[in-house]
Each structure stands twice: as C-alpha cells, then as structure tokens.
C-alpha cells in the first residue's frame, strides 16, 4: 500500500508497522530481541508493529536499531531560508511565522442594521 494523503491516520500508523515488521524479520530480530536493544518493552514493538500510536523517542530508538533512522532526512528534510528573507531580515534567521494579513482597505464588521 502506498502511503498518501487520502489515507486515514489509523491507515498509516498500520502500513508502517507492517512495513517495520518486515525489517525486524529481514534482519532477523525477534520483537523481544528489537525492544530490549531499543530499550523499549516487547508490549510497546507489539503495539508500534499493530499501528498503534507511538512516542516519536520510542520510534526513533526503534528505526534506530532497525537501520532507518537515516531516512528520517527524507521525512523532514532541512530547510534553508528563501533568498527573499535573506535580503529582508539581513541574514538573521526567522523565528516567527507572520500569519496572513488581512487588507487595510477593508471596512470593519457590522450587524448591517445600523441606518
């Protein structure tokens, strides 16, 4: 099953646990043998292995014992700053989002029973 957007989380959280249980048996690791390396309980591999919801430590110290821990890059790859920023805020880097602005130009809000 491909994993996208149109899937449900619980869609998901399942395709990835099948997909981490078949790296466990490529490597031939027993759930007790991947919890006790992750430092995790067997209960809590069996759970991540059903699609149930994680902590994002215990999947890191999962996908770190399992060898993927690398492909966390491709998840969230580093962003640089737009060369626009660059130039507007003089090589500092931005710590706040600015939200939509809304048009000076609008008139403000009424019950529309004001005559």
Do not use: C, F
Not at 35 to 51: F, I, L, P
Not at 58 to 85: F, K, N, Q, W, Y
Request: charge should be positive; avoid cysteine.
């Amino acid at each position: 099953m491909k994993i996208e957007g149109l899937l449900s989380d619980e869609a998901i959280l399942g395709e990835l646990g099948k997909r981490l249980a078949q790296r466990r048996l490529e490597l031939q690791l027993t759930q007790e043998m991947l919890a006790e390396q992750a430092g995790v309980s067997k209960r809590t591999v069996e759970r991540v292995e059903a699609g149930a919801t994680a902590q994002m430590s215990t999947m890191i110290r999962i996908l770190r014992v399992l060898g993927l821990l690398d492909r966390m890059e491709a998840l969230v790859p580093e962003s640089g700053a737009r060369p626009m920023d660059l130039l507007r805020l003089k090589g500092k880097a931005r710590k706040r989002a600015s939200g939509r602005r809304k048009p000076t130009d609008e008139k403000p809000w009424t019950w529309g029973d004001e005559a």
